[in-house]
């Protein structure tokens, strides 16, 4: 760990093979032989690491992609997943057993798992706004022992104090888990905040190029170790094209996502100025509300915001619609700048009622800065908003 992160980026993890391959091979195989029933029994029995079962991530292309994530996020171990959600399931279903708290806006994938289809198998789940840290406190005071929450957020990119919710969870023995897809590494390190594990979509920013989906959880070894099961038998393993595509992708982590803190400053400060904004959801605006939080335990603003539109609804969707450099498309943190009006997609399945309770209005639209010029996606929007 003593190195710096683009190095990490470009070498940790990667394993030489005999031909002397810079990069980790493809290991293209479900399975792996043996030249006895004993060693096979040494690697079932966990005497020797060894490659067994891609299904159980015993495969050495997806072993080399876990111990880069792990080292990028400062982790003693990360499994790999085929999606985000994957990664939240496995821990929501070895962690959250005695309840879960997910603590502010997160995407609506999320809420949609926790608030309407864990519950149905008995796990307690309590939806709660960031302000609400002193119900989140008595759930935990109650037995709940998982806190889930996303910072910055999707999609009002609201930013939540890390340490100050570890230590809340941490006084009375629960877990706390940050998706920190929207982040990063590259801008934010939440184990070194205090938090117990951190959750990726790795389809967005780790990915880059919005050719893959694939997940990721880290942590402490004996806390991440026991999702290794859960994994393995909900089936929920990343392919070895994937493991080997992701972690080409991590080894430029670096140089895109510190170009879209740069490009999303531009395209926010441009927004603020402009009269058919009303408001610019950006953490790096000095006068945005979590401004001060973001500058204290980021490194970097990240390449997503949102912007509300003046004229409600109609007028975003019309906005949407005439974009030509931001595509259409529900997703974020690829190389092509995409956007998103939050009520059509990703918080599409939540009620109206719960949007407006969560402040998720029809006339926001979320921008995923790529890594196109700023002043070409400035210009975009500009026309879209004439
Ligand atoms: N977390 C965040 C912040 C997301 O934006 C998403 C998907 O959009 C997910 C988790 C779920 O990830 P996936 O689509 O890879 O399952």
Redesign the pocket.
Known sequence: MSEGLATRCVHAGEIDDAHGSPHTPIYNTTTFKFPSTADLLDVVEGRKPGSLYTRYGLNPTIQALEAKLASLEGAEMAWAFC????A?AALFFAHGRNGIVCLGDA?G??LELLGSQVGMLGIRTHLLQASELDIAESRIQEGCGLVFL?TPS?PTLEVQDIRAVADICHRHGALLAV?N??ASPVNQQPLALGADFVVH?A??FLGGHSDI???VLAGRKELVAPVWNWRKNLGSMIAPETAALLSRSLRTLVVRVERQNRTAQAVAEAMARHGKVARVFYPGLPDYAGHQLAKAQMQGYGGMLTIEVTGGGEAATRAADRLRLFALAP??GGAESLVTQPCTT?HHGLSPDERARRGISDAMLRLSVGLEDAADLIADLNQALA
């Open positions: 999606s985000g959600m994957a939240e995407y994938g999320t996303e999707n998706d897809t929207f979509s389809t967005k989906t694939a997940g997703s974020l990703t």
